[in-house]
């Protein structure tokens, strides 16, 4: 980690943890309405989480190969095995 | 026996037999003759490859069988394995690439490899080890038990004959299980596990769509399910007994247990060996996120498949007498769909049950061959020596799952699955704080991995169910409140502070700490960098 890449490491690891936290609040979504094509709102809520932690980590990958990749750059080292 | 269905079910079997085979030739190396080729399949998997392979080794058959079974018998906590599934990724993202880059280095084969090196410390890696076989037995033994449920829905077992003729059908399959893993190593269940996870995905799809179209939509499903349970609670209170059927969670107490279950699955899921085998076998560190952001998918089908519990109670499915909720899935399939379409779901399953339990023997055998054989039987042990030793153990592990499951009760391996994953969370400190810091003393760790393992094992012990008097229920009440949380949890807690205390007052005694085998450069190497070659040379170990 270094001056051009701590904030980077840091929004990843905001997004990681807006990932991985609603799953745990259960009694947020423990419900049944509003329900949508049928599925109480427990069931496609989850679904839903499902579709946003991949849309986060997937943002999280590019922030941290970018981060990753400034690290190296600051400590010498050839990029492109990483790709 | 139906005979389309058994046609179309021999045929898909057949064709993973010969693709187990000719996996040895896929990607082919110089020599077979090392644990990097034979356990890692050459260390050399891309993205696409990873995908199938993780996929394929984290969603097992038995989650396919016990997932729904759970939801179809009413219990409200069944679709924790949702949640469980989204909390694991980011997890993955965060701390496997380091695993990744510090095990590539020094060519280590494990997770207790790493903790050997890390710590300086064989008999911290040898506790690493010995918690991942136990775990990973009875998870084998249990895709044995899925295997097993599709083929007495088939017809293959009569009910009559001794234990070894009525299960003669799920011998043969491992057998040939047992043949292909041994001369192909991982690459044979990579190769599998697209078809595999090409069949789950078609038939899981075709299911969630074409059933409950057939019951009247998903609205009228959940309709059925909650008047099936409301009555089905009512007469339990009739009869004065408790009323647990449910939906979902909607007290307190249940929703402390999803959370917690589904916290306790995530932390552990990356400790068992298997999910380390497939991890490592990856070419180089961006497959891991890449694949982090691209695995939920999976998720996603899991949560479809879970639901076809919901849908088997709507659809009246008879499960026998007395009732094994564990074929419900499999007797839906059965009740619903064209023969033909049927043998393709069973051999949905039934492979779905080989790609695991291969990947599960050969991550038993690297762990017994790199943390028992080489470090206190065979020092000297060269790396076609491990790679034998290996082999003869996936077939000694597979068969001692087999004999376990047929021979034994069959609840016992079920028991041994719950506190498997009791048992597999506590060696989490040991590796995951390793990743970051060498701040906690080594016999700290493993005097805080001894006591969670002794409590952990007591109170499942001491947890009754209403049908039975031990190992009734992977949650207990957390000491002090009346809140009921899971077992793996309250155990990691002191295993966290036994470990904290213990370093504390190790280091005020100033007991030796052991050396540090690795450099803080090592958990952020990449393929390319020195000692992290594309093509290893087994003769010569990086390090």
Do not use: C
């Amino acid at each position: 980690m270094n001056a051009r890449s701590t904030g980077l490491w840091v929004l990843t690891g905001i997004l990681l943890v807006v990932a991985a936290v609603p799953p745990l609040l259960v009694p947020v979504y423990a419900r049944t309405t509003p329900t949508l094509w049928g599925f109480p709102f427990f069931f496609w809520f989850q679904f839903l989480l499902v579709i946003w932690a991949a849309v986060l980590t997937t943002g999280a990958y590019f922030l941290a190969k970018e981060a990753y990749r400034r690290d190296r750059a600051a400590r010498g080292m050839r990029n492109g095995g990483s790709r | 026996m139906n005979g389309v269905a058994f046609g179309v079910f021999l045929f898909l079997f057949l064709l993973v037999t010969v693709m187990g085979f000719a996996a040895a030739r896929w990607r082919r190396a110089k020599t077979m003759d090392s644990l990097d080729e034979w356990g890692l399949g050459g260390r050399g998997f891309g993205t696409f490859i990873a995908w199938f392979l993780i996929g394929g080794d984290l969603y097992t058959a038995y989650t396919f069988i016990a997932v729904p079974a759970t939801l179809f018998a009413g219990s409200v906590t069944g679709f924790f394995a949702v949640p469980y599934t989204i909390i694991i990724y980011p997890m993955v993202f965060a701390f496997l690439p380091r695993l990744w880059s510090v095990s590539h280095r020094h060519g280590y084969v494990t997770p207790a490899d790493f903790v050997e090196g890390r710590y300086g410390s064989k008999s911290l890696g040898l506790a690493v080890a010995a918690t991942g076989i136990v775990a990973t037995m009875p998870y084998i033994a249990l895709q044995l038990v899925g295997m097993q449920v599709v083929l007495q829905v088939l017809g293959l077992q009569p009910s009559s004959g001794n234990w070894f003729l009525k299960d003669l059908p799920l011998f043969i399959a491992f057998l040939i299980l047992a043949a292909y893993t041994y001369s192909s190593g991982l690459r044979a269940p990579a190769l599998i596990a697209f078809v595999k996870d090409t069949l789950i995905y078609l038939v899981i799809i075709v299911a969630v769509i074409y059933i409950p179209h057939h019951l009247g939509g998903w609205g009228q499903v959940f309709h059925t399910v909650k008047s099936n349970f409301d009555s089905s609670n009512a007469a339990a209170a009739a009869a004065g007994q408790p009323a647990t059927k449910g939906v979902f969670p909607a007290t307190g107490v249940g929703q402390w247990a999803y959370a917690s279950l589904a916290l306790g699955s995530a932390l552990a899921l990356f400790m068992y060996p298997h999910s380390v085998t497939g991890v490592l076998s990856t070419r180089n560190r961006g497959v891991i996120r890449r694949n982090a952001a691209l695995l939920p998918a999976y998720s996603f089908l899991l949560g479809l498949l879970a639901l076809l519990g919901f849908v088997a109670v709507a659809a009246a499915v008879k499960v026998g007498n007395p009732p094994n909720a564990q074929l419900a899935i499999p007797q839906l399939m059965e009740d619903q769909f064209p023969s033909w379409f049927a043998g393709v779901a069973y051999a949905a399953i039934v492979i779905g049950a080989l790609v695991p339990a291969a990947i599960m023997s050969i991550a038993a055998a690297n762990l017994w061959t790199r943390n028992i054989y080489k470090a206190f039987i065979n020092r000297a042990a060269t790396p076609v020596q491990e790679a034998r030793q290996a082999k003869l153990v996936s077939l000694v592990v597979k068969f001692g799952a087999l004999i376990f499951v047929l021979a034994l009760n069959k609840s016992f391996a079920i028991n041994l699955q719950l506190l498997g994953g009791v048992w597999i969370l506590q060696t989490f400190p040991a590796i995951v704080a390793g990743l970051y810091t060498r701040w906690f003393h080594r016999w700290a760790l493993l005097a805080g991995w001894l006591a969670s393992m002794v409590y952990g094992t007591w109170v499942a012990y001491d947890t009754p169910s209403p049908t039975q008097a031990h190992f009734g229920s992977s949650v207990h009440v957390f000491p002090g409140t009346h809140t009921g949380i899971y077992i793996a949890i309250t155990a990691f807690i002191l295993n966290v502070v036994v470990a904290v205390v213990g370093t504390v007052v190790l280091r005020a005694l100033r007991v030796p700490d052991g050396v540090d085998g690795t450099r803080p450069e090592d958990y952020v190497a990449d393929i390319g960098d020195e000692g992290v070659e594309p093509e290893l040379n087994p003769v010569q170990p990086a390090h």
